[in-house]
C-alpha cells in the first residue's frame, strides 16, 4: 500500500515541476555561430529566382533564423552549431514552425536556407544574404 502511494506521489511532483517548467518563459538557446554575423542593412537575395531581393536592418543576428516569421515569439531548438554553421528548428505557437540553416561564408556574406508552414502554407527558400552597411537611421 506504502509504494502505491509513494509512487502516486512522486507522479504528482513530476507533473507539478513539468507544469511549473511550462509556465516559466524559456530563454532562447545560444546559436555561437551568430556571433559571426555583423549586424546591419542587409541584402537578402533569394537563389535560382529573379525575385528582387530584398533588404532588411539586422540589430540582432537571430532575425536571420525566423525568416518565415518575422517578429513573432517562437520557441527554438539548435539542431547543430558549428564554427561555420547552424540549424535551428523554431515554433511559433498560432502561426507555424520552420527550419533553418545559416552558413557563414564571411562574417558579411551568409546562407540562409529556411522552410516551414507559415499561415497554414508550406514555404521553402534558398537566400544568399550580404551586409551592405549601417542601418539607416
Known sequence: MKLRHAG???LLGLALCASLAAAAPAAAPHVGVLAQVEPGQWQLRETGTSTPPRAMCVADPAMLLQLGHPGALCS?????DTAGSATVHYTCPGAGHGRTTLSIETPRVIHVETQGIAGGLPFDHDYEARRLG???R
Do not use: E, L
Open 8 to 10: 502516486r506521489a512522486a
Open 134 to 136: 549601417a542601418c539607416a
Open 76 to 80: 527554438r531548438f539548435v539542431i547543430a
